[in-house]
Each structure stands twice: as structure tokens, then as C-alpha cells.
């Protein structure tokens, strides 16, 4: 209950800020999903890279958080859709995923991805602080 | 009855006419004179005879037994040279006999020959042999396959004019190269044939009579190792999934953020979330493995200074090392360190294993140093500790994947077995050299070096990555 009217307070200091989570392992999708709504952000969600840039171009996100491996399209070519559409290309993108290659990491970076996260090695906790971290940015 | 016969003797022998001597008996007296003349003469001329003929018949006699003698002796010769004919045939039926021994043995010599050209024909395994003058002389019909050649269009050819050959090149560059001698280096010589090669030198006692390839097809063992590699790199990234799904419901459960938990929830939570720590760890090991089979596993290789590689991965343990009681201390040089190039990611992962290794199996109360030293062309890190050591007959084992020593298991159940390989892995990669000296119950020190390149070396390293 604490916790629930802390995160209360910075909805209205973000004016709610608007994020989406594209992710399609359900557990993940739900805990990002309950963690940043009690940080007090409108969050949306899509489970495969297709509805996921339908999402995006409907509801114009602040910032996407984007899994790599997933259904009909993946987390790169979701970049790479964006990367062609003006309206999409200035979102920031936090990479959320279970592999954390270079090469992967570096494809990302030259899709305009600010930010790699894998999984395992981070908690909830410190996917808020990155995304702090990138709207305090813009 | 006596003038008879000497008449007729008389007559056969003079041939007088009997009318001459019967004539007057004055003559008659004469006559008889001259007849006994005569007579004695003819007698006398008998005796002559006679004796003349008994030495006829004497000589006869002794050229008889001359003869005789003669006859005896081409007898006695005719038995020797018999024997001599004999052995002769002997002889000849030996030399035949010989001859036919001789012929079997060349069929035989023939038919091993035989045997073993088809042996070396058929062989699974490719073979060449080089002579001294390093001209191709021998080439099997599974070399053949492999360099989709014909012997004769290669027969008698020197390494130089085979380099001619687009796929004879790799093998003749590699020949050329490493001309002590090669053994199971591995050749890709075209889209879907491994080879592993390995040479053999031809000798006698006295002299080298060139040398042999063998070709071992091993694009077979190649696939499935590949196999297994992508096999552990999925498993490991599907595992990855659900792990991650655990380790985040977990937290939130642990940060309250699901509502208040008790104090034993919480200590049941802790221990799983450290479970599924060590879980996570092993699979980010398993990855490590199967990155270094497939030979992808150097990136990004930056000019650093170690010291603050080796700061990073000694704060993350500063909690554990207190919590062990474990003395511990970072000897650092008093001279400036050269920057050097390093994958940081991979050298902290190196650092980490040798500290975790050093933490773990040393029990409270011991030691941990790391120390660094500036070598001539290198710079070279060693951990310390005052742990439990390595067992002697299991020294040679411990940087081989999976392996951990008995007495490791017995301190502490969990662990991969992979650290070390990674380590060394990682190390060699590096060009440098990892290694140590234990002792069971008293403490093991590890050391790697690290090459320090001057400006064109290094451009030299860079291109092999």
C-alpha cells in the first residue's frame, strides 16, 4: 500500500508519460507491465513486432520497450520499420532481451536503439531506472 | 711217314715240284743233302717262327690286358662320369625346385603386394606420399575423391607445381608451412569437406624416404559438433526465458511490490532467487563454452589498463570476501602499467573465475592475494590463496571443460567445471599464457600474462581478429 501511493506521485510529475512494451513471454510482459504502471506511466502492450508497430503509429509512445525474439517480427525488424518512418524514428527504443551478444548489441545501437538490457542480468527495478534515464533525456 | 709230312711241308712252303726231287740216286743223295738242308733250313725258319709268333702272342697278350686295363678304366670313368650326370640332374632338379620356390615366393610377394595396394586403395582415409625430392609418388583413390583429380594428372609433381592447382593450394601452403610436421590440423578444402591432416615421415634407418599425408574426412564429426554447439546455445537461450520470468516475479515478490511478505516468505524467496542465480550463471557459462567452439568469441578489443579490470571484479566481491572472513589484499605495481589490449567484458569474466575460485575454496581465516608485475613484453597477474590446492594427479586436468577436482566437490556442491576453461579459453585468445602451482592443503597461485604489443605488432594481432 506504501509503495502504491509513492509510485502515485510521479504520475503526475511524468503528465503520464507513454510507454509501450512489446514482449511476448507473458510473465515478463505482466511484471513490466505492473511494475512501470505503479511508477505511474500509461503503459500499452503488444505481444509480437507486428502489433507492436500498429501501437506504435496509433498511440505514439515516448519511449518502446523492445524484446529481440519474438513472433511474425522481430525486435531488429521492428527497428528497421521505424527506422524508415519519420514519425517513429525519434522514439527511443530500451532493448530488452534474453541474449546480449556484441554484434547483436552492436546491430541494435546502429538501429537507434539507446539501450540494451538482458534479462537475467537485471531486475525490474532497473528497467525503471533506464527508462527514467532516457525521458529524463528528451 | 716223317717225309710225308715234310714233303708236303716242302712243297707248301717252297713249292718245289716232286719231280725234282726225285731224281738220280747220285742226285738222290744230294737231294737228300739239300732236302735235310732244306729241312733244317725250314725248321730252323719254324722255330723262328714259332718264336716269333709266341712273341706275337706275348704282345698280343700284354695289348689284351692293356686293353683290358683301358677297359676298365673307361668303365671306372663311364661309373664317374654316370655320378657326375647324376648329380647333375640333381643339381638341375634343385635349381628347378629353387626356381619354383623362387617363383612362389615372388606370388607371394606379388600377392601381399597386391593386398596391400588394395588396402591403401580402399582406405576410408586419404593418403599421399611424398618422395625425398618432395614429388608426389603415391596417391590413393580417396585422395582422388577428395581433390576430384586423377593420379595421373598429379603423378611425379612437385609441391610448387601442385600449388598451381587451385584445390591443391591450402594443402601445399599448410605443407610448406609446418614442415616438422603436422598432426590433426584441420583443412576446410572446399563447401562441405573438412579434413584433418596429419603427416607421417617416411625413414629407414639410414635415410628419409619422404614423407605421407593422411587425410582424414571429418566434415561428419565437423556437422554434429556444430550440432551439438547450436543444440547447447538454444537450449541455453530457451532456458534463458522462463529463468529470467523467474528471477523478475521473484524480486517484485521480494521489493513488496506484490503486497508484504513475511519474514520467513522472504527468507524462502532469497534462497530461491540465489538459486536461480546460480542457474542463470551456469547457463551464461554454457553459452561461454559454446561460443568458444564455434570460435566467435573475442569482440571488441580495447587499449585498457588491467588494474581497473581487476578493480571492478574486486569491489563486486568485497561483500563475499568479508562475509567468508577471508583476508584479502590488491598489490598493485609501483610503476605505471602499459595499456593493454583486451576484450574487457571476457578479461573481467577471467579475473572473476580466478577470484571465485580463490574465495571458495579457501576456508576462513586464509589468504587471497592478487598481485601484477610489469614483465618485459608482458604483464603478468597472479591470485594467491591459501585454500585447499589442487590434488597432484589431478593438476593436468584443470583447465579441461567440466572438470573439477574431488576435493573442490566435496567444499562446495555447486560449480560448472567450466570457469577455468573459459579462463584459459579466454587467455589464449588473448595470446597470453594461463597456468599455476598448487599444492593439496596448502594453496594454489594462478598466473596469466598478457602481451604488451608495440605499435606494429599490434596492428599484426588486430588483423587476427
Redesign the interface.
Known amino acids: 500500500m506504501k509503495k502504491r501511493t509513492k509510485s502515485s506521485s510521479p504520475h503526475k510529475k511524468h503528465m503520464a508519460k507513454k510507454i509501450l512494451i512489446i514482449e511476448d513471454e507473458e510473465i515478463v510482459l505482466g511484471l513490466l507491465q505492473k511494475k512501470l504502471s505503479q511508477e505511474g506511466y500509461e503503459v500499452s502492450v503488444a505481444r509480437d513486432g507486428e502489433e507492436g508497430l500498429k501501437k506504435m503509429r496509433e498511440i505514439k509512445p515516448d519511449i518502446v520497450l523492445l524484446d529481440i525474439i519474438m513472433p511474425k517480427m522481430s525486435g531488429f525488424e521492428v527497428m528497421e520499420e521505424m527506422q524508415k518512418d519519420s514519425g517513429l524514428k525519434k522514439i527511443p527504443v530500451i532493448v530488452v532481451s534474453n541474449s546480449g551478444q556484441p554484434v547483436e548489441i552492436d546491430k541494435a545501437r546502429e538501429l537507434g536503439a539507446k539501450d540494451w538490457l538482458i534479462k537475467t542480468e537485471f531486475d525490474p527495478q532497473e528497467v525503471i531506472n533506464k527508462v527514467k534515464k532516457q525521458l529524463k533525456n528528451l | 711217314m716223317k717225309k710225308k709230312p715234310i714233303r708236303k711241308v716242302a712243297k707248301k712252303i717252297d713249292g718245289t715240284k716232286r719231280q725234282t726231287i726225285i731224281a738220280g740216286p747220285s742226285e738222290i743223295s744230294q737231294n737228300r743233302e739239300e732236302e735235310l738242308a732244306e729241312i733244317d733250313r725250314i725248321a730252323k725258319m719254324l722255330v723262328r717262327r714259332d718264336f716269333e709268333l709266341s712273341t706275337l702272342r706275348e704282345r698280343r697278350e700284354l695289348e689284351l690286358k692293356e686293353l683290358k686295363k683301358r677297359t676298365e678304366e673307361l668303365e671306372e670313368s663311364k661309373i664317374a662320369l654316370t655320378s657326375i650326370l647324376e648329380d647333375i640332374e640333381d643339381s638341375r632338379r634343385a635349381l628347378m625346385n629353387m626356381l619354383e620356390d623362387a617363383e612362389d615366393g615372388r606370388k607371394k610377394v606379388e600377392e601381399e603386394k597386391n593386398k596391400t595396394a588394395t588396402i591403401i586403395k580402399n582406405l576410408a582415409d586419404g593418403l599421399l606420399v611424398f618422395d625425398k625430392g618432395n614429388k608426389l609418388s603415391l596417391v590413393n583413390s580417396q585422395a582422388e575423391i577428395f581433390f576430384q583429380m586423377k593420379t595421373e594428372e598429379v603423378m611425379g609433381k612437385s609441391l610448387s607445381q601442385l600449388a598451381i592447382l587451385p584445390i591443391f593450394k591450402p594443402l601445399v601452403e599448410l605443407l610448406l608451412k609446418e614442415t616438422a610436421g603436422i598432426f590433426r590440423r584441420e583443412l576446410h578444402l572446399k563447401e562441405n569437406l573438412i579434413l584433418e591432416i596429419s603427416t607421417i615421415p617416411l625413414t629407414t634407418e639410414k635415410e628419409k624416404l619422404g614423407k605421407l599425408v593422411i587425410l582424414h574426412d571429418i566434415t561428419r564429426e565437423k556437422i554434429v559438433e556444430k550440432m551439438k554447439t547450436e543444440f547447447v546455445s538454444l537450449a541455453a537461450?530457451q532456458l534463458?526465458?522462463p529463468?529470467?520470468?523467474i528471477?523478475?516475479?521473484l524480486?517484485?515478490l521480494l521489493?513488496?511490490?506484490?503486497g508484504e511478505i513475511t519474514s520467513e516468505q522472504r527468507d524462502f524467496l532469497e534462497k530461491t532467487y540465489q538459486s536461480n542465480e546460480r542457474m542463470?550463471s551456469l547457463?551464461?557459462d554454457l553459452l561461454d563454452v559454446t561460443r568458444i567452439e564455434e570460435g566467435r568469441y573475442l569482440?571488441?578489443l580495447t587499449l585498457v589498463n588491467i588494474e581497473e579490470v581487476i578493480n571492478l571484479v574486486v569491489n563486486s566481491y568485497k561483500d563475499e570476501i568479508k562475509r567468508r572472513k577471508i583476508k584479502f589484499e590488491f598489490k598493485k605495481p609501483e610503476e605505471k602499467m602499459p595499456q593493454i589490449m583486451v576484450d574487457v567484458?571476457k578479461m573481467g569474466l577471467v579475473v572473476q573465475n580466478l577470484l571465485d575460485n580463490a574465495v571458495h575454496y579457501t576456508r576462513p581465516g586464509g589468504e587471497v592475494i592478487i598481485s601484477l608485475n610489469r614483465g618485459a613484453k608482458d604483464i603478468e597477474f597472479s591470485i594467491k590463496d591459501t585454500g585447499t590446492g589442487i590434488p597432484e594427479e589431478q593438476q593436468e586436468r584443470i583447465f579441461t571443460k567440466f572438470f573439477r577436482g574431488t576435493n573442490a566437490i566435496k567444499m562446495e556442491a555447486e560449480g560448472s567445471g567450466l570457469g577455468l576453461f573459459i579462463a584459459k579459453n579466454i587467455i589464449d585468445a588473448h595470446n597470453g599464457k594461463i597456468w599455476f602451482e598448487s599444492k593439496q592443503g596448502e594453496g594454489t597461485t594462478f598466473y596469466f600474462n598478457i602481451p604488451i604489443y608495440e605499435k606494429e605488432e599490434f596492428t599484426e594481432f588486430l588483423t587476427k581478429f
Do not use: F, Q, Y
Open positions: 537461450h534463458r526465458t529463468l529470467s520470468a528471477k523478475w516475479t524480486r517484485i521489493d513488496g511490490d506484490l542463470i547457463i551464461n569482440s571488441k567484458e
